[in-house]
């Protein structure tokens, strides 16, 4: 069965830092990866996603994220966080074999961004 | 391009009462998503539906949701009746070709 976890479920940084939000994935099959990004009272937007292509794959907002099989790891960072980051942000994993969509979320990480 | 529309965005009801939301897709998309997100928790599936067939309901508590995609367009996700522990926000999301899911702003339900 596959699963997602995210380690952490806040993370504070300045604006201005870096962002680092971790995610570990279980699959038996190649797995397709991504992040989604949630504002308050918002549904969730797609950041980037994984789908055996380029390991490093970089999304909207300046997040980029980087698949590591060896880890099980699909991380996601931004260079320099600005207050408009702070959002709860999820890891999802979906079969990539036969690809139905189902996604599978980890239990999110809130990033709360410092002036 | 139009995004996944949901209504209503927010209710309110009482315990053992009913609630119905609707969902209409992003034109095109075949596969339609019901997922529950109960507050700090990540969204979990619902329901699958490719067209108008079910693909996965595993997860769906049937005895008291239901969820129908007649025409293989917009769909309804009932409760009835609800409980307290319904409390949550109801995504649907579709998907197209190219592997991924858009989701809709939700319906957030309140069950006192």
């Known amino acids: 069965a596959q699963s997602v976890t995210q380690l952490g479920s806040h993370v504070s940084v300045s604006e201005g830092a870096l962002v680092l939000l971790r995610c570990n994935y279980s699959s038996s099959v190649p797995p397709y990866l991504f992040w989604y990004v949630q504002y308050p009272n918002q549904g969730l937007q797609l950041l980037l996603k994984?789908?055996?292509?380029?390991?490093l794959v970089k999304g909207i907002n300046g997040f980029e994220a980087e698949f590591k099989k060896s880890e099980t790891s699909f991380h996601l960072t931004k260079p320099s966080a600005h207050m408009s980051d702070a959002a709860e942000y999820f890891c999802?994993?979906?079969?990539?074999?036969?690809?139905?969509?189902?996604?599978?979320f980890g239990q999110g990480t809130t990033l709360q961004v410092k002036p | 391009e139009a995004g996944v529309a949901q209504s209503p965005r927010y209710k309110i009801i009482e315990k053992r009462q009913s609630v119905a939301f609707w969902c209409n897709p992003i034109s095109g998309h075949a596969t339609l998503y019901w997922y529950q997100q109960i507050l700090g928790q990540g969204p979990k599936l619902l329901i699958q539906?490719?067209?108008?067939?079910?693909?996965?309901d595993s997860q769906l508590p049937k005895d008291r949701f239901s969820a129908e995609r007649l025409k293989g367009v917009d769909s309804t996700l009932k409760i009835q009746p609800a409980k307290l522990e319904d409390s949550a926000v109801y995504l649907c999301?579709?998907?197209?070709?190219?592997?991924?899911?858009?989701f809709g702003e939700g319906s957030w339900l309140t069950v006192v």
């Open positions: 999802a994993v979906s079969e990539g074999v036969s690809n139905t969509g189902k996604l599978i």
């Open positions: 999301a579709s998907g197209g070709a190219g592997n991924t899911i858009y």
């Open positions: 539906f490719q067209n108008n067939g079910v693909v996965d």
């Open positions: 994984y789908t055996s292509a380029a390991t």
